[in-house]
């Protein structure tokens, strides 16, 4: 099994640990903010995410946009039996993202996203081309990877565990595999501002929105950049 798949420890330590909750609550604010900047409409949509864990990602989503049809893609049945209370409109399902079941049908989603997930991957470029596949033409793809940098330092300092990482996913890299792909590049942009992201290790509670509000100021000041620890990809399929 590959080291990117994660276990039931995954689901547990999200259940509690401050700075864990931080970060799929920023991710999932990214991708609501990505939708409601490039398609038309935030409701009625329907969005696959790939490599879900536990869907507290997509439920998390489906508060700031609700009304809509998401679908979690998940290697991992011990993390997808940890789900709780996901509504009616929220499904979790296994499967591999980088070689869909064939119920996952092609140019379906207005929406594909790959939140924390390509640098799990030993091939994300398999990833992104099967997620091309099953958008919609004009559809969305939205993928956020650590900045490999700050991950190693991380890791160094005990932060986060060694060995789940597959792929060293730069902004060359990640650029460069959407255009291997045929993603038509719409935005690539930095997030999580070291010294703000730092804060929920220190138990000081800080909002995804006010720490994204955060980010917006930093870029503008174009000195401190070096210091985000994310980063996200956004593409279109072309029509
Ligand atoms: C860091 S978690 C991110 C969870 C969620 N996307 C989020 O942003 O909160 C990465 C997830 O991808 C899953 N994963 C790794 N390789 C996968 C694969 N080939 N197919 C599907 N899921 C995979 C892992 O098991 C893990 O649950």
Redesign the pocket.
């Known amino acids: 099994m590959?080291k990117?798949?994660?276990d039931n420890n995954?689901a547990k330590e999200r259940e509690s640990k401050s700075e864990l909750i931080f970060r799929?609550k920023v991710?999932a604010q990214i991708l609501a903010n990505a939708i409601q900047k490039y398609l038309e409409k935030t409701e009625n949509l329907n969005i696959l995410?790939?490599?879900?864990?536990e869907g507290?990602?997509i439920l998390f989503l489906n508060e700031i946009l609700p009304n809509n049809k998401i679908t979690g893609?998940?290697?991992?049945s011990d993390?997808i039996r940890q789900a709780k209370n996901l509504p009616q409109n929220l499904n979790l399902i296994q499967?591999?993202?980088?070689n869909f079941d064939p119920s996952v049908e092609e140019n379906t989603y207005d929406v594909v996203s790959a939140?924390?997930?390509l640098e799990?991957?030993t091939n994300p470029v398999l990833c992104i081309k099967e997620a091309l596949r099953v958008l919609r033409p004009g559809g969305i793809f939205v993928a956020t990877c650590p900045n490999p940098f700050w991950d190693h330092v991380a890791t160094m300092t005990g932060l986060l565990k060694a060995e789940q990482h597959e792929t060293e996913m730069t902004k060359k890299k990640m650029i460069a595999l959407a255009n291997e792909a045929g993603l038509e590049l719409l935005r690539f942009e930095r997030f999580m501002w070291a010294p703000i992201s730092f804060l929920p290790y220190l138990k000081i509670k800080i909002s995804e929105k006010n720490s994204l509000k955060f980010d917006k100021a930093i870029h503008s000041l174009r000195i401190f950049n070096w210091l985000f620890v994310n980063q996200v990809l956004i593409g279109r399929k072309k029509t």
């Open positions: 590959s990117g798949i994660l995954y799929y991710r995410e790939l490599g879900a864990a507290k990602t893609l998940e290697y991992s993390l499967g591999d993202a980088t939140l924390a997930l799990h991957l």
